[in-house]
């Protein structure tokens, strides 16, 4: 099955910052995939290119098998967008602002989304600008599912949440994922969110795609080898993905079978999602950008 999301050696400059450089991806079809990196990382232009937010430099990029850039309207009907800053129009009221989305989108459900803001207790008589972070984010999050979309695409949604609102905002998008089914790709450096909603990943580093999988995929093939520094996978081989010294031992991160026992003095372990993402993340440092 095609991704809804596909890139092909997709690649934005910034001058001659490269945010994104041949970044090649394909995402599943109904699943929720957390998109994972550093800031920097390319995550947020990845996000804006696939809404024609942005123009790609070179390579090509495809949602829903949409071009962003040249099919963006058609594009947007069946897309629902929330960027970092969350942008609203800040002197309409809550309710001026769903009837705007009903104008603005065939799709639009108007009972779902008032019924939706309702157990939040935003209140729909009241400036957007007067609400509090957590009712601006329920707001912003109801008219991207208000649209009823075939995929979501979510930028640091919980940015700037407290911990309880930020929980209450993952359980409400996961009920309505469960509900309507819409694909979703989530932003995100919080690795215990991503945990807790997703079930594919993709590790995004300086501007490309490191690995990407489900999560029981990359759980299931990368290893922890730990043990004495001259034991074990050599530190170059191809397999291995990141190591770490540790006072007598070291850590190595590798991705592959689990083809090293006890008898030269290593333990070998599954590794944690955390620990497969960090591994990544710290082989990339010094990288040239």
Request: glycine letters at 10%.
């Amino acid at each position: 099955m095609a991704g809804v999301l596909e890139t092909n050696a997709l690649t934005k400059r910034f001058g001659k910052v490269e945010a994104l450089r041949d970044c090649n991806v394909a995402l599943p079809a109904g699943k929720v995939t957390g998109l994972v990196g550093p800031n920097g990382a390319g995550k947020t232009t990845l996000l804006q290119l696939a809404v024609g937010l942005r123009r790609a430099s070179s390579g090509t990029i495809r949602v829903l098998g949409l071009d962003p850039s040249t099919e963006t309207v058609k594009l947007l009907s069946r897309v629902g967008y929330v960027g970092q800053e969350r942008p609203l129009y800040l002197d309409l009221s809550v309710a001026e602002t769903l009837e705007l989305g009903r104008r603005l989108n065939p799709r639009w459900d108007q009972e779902f989304a008032r019924s939706r803001l309702a157990r939040f207790d935003v209140p729909f008589d009241r400036p957007v600008r007067s609400l509090s972070t957590g009712q601006r984010a329920q707001v912003a999050l109801t008219l991207a599912l208000g649209k009823r979309p075939e995929l979501l695409l979510l930028d640091e949604p919980v940015a700037n949440l407290d911990p309880v609102a930020r929980l209450d905002l993952l359980e409400e998008l996961m009920g309505a994922v469960a509900e309507d089914g819409p694909t979703v790709v989530l932003s995100s450096n919080v690795l215990s969110d991503v945990e807790r909603v997703c079930e594919h990943v993709v590790i995004l580093v300086n501007g490309r795609v490191r690995v990407a999988g489900d999560i029981e995929e990359l759980e299931r093939t990368h290893f922890l080898v730990i043990g004495p520094r001259k034991a074990g996978p050599a530190a170059d081989s191809e397999d291995v993905v990141d190591v770490r010294e540790a006072e007598r031992q070291t850590v190595r991160l590798v991705h592959g079978a689990a083809t090293w026992g006890d008898g030269d003095g290593t333990v070998t372990r599954p590794a944690t999602l955390e620990e497969v993402v960090l591994g990544y993340l710290r082989s990339s440092r010094g990288e040239v950008r």
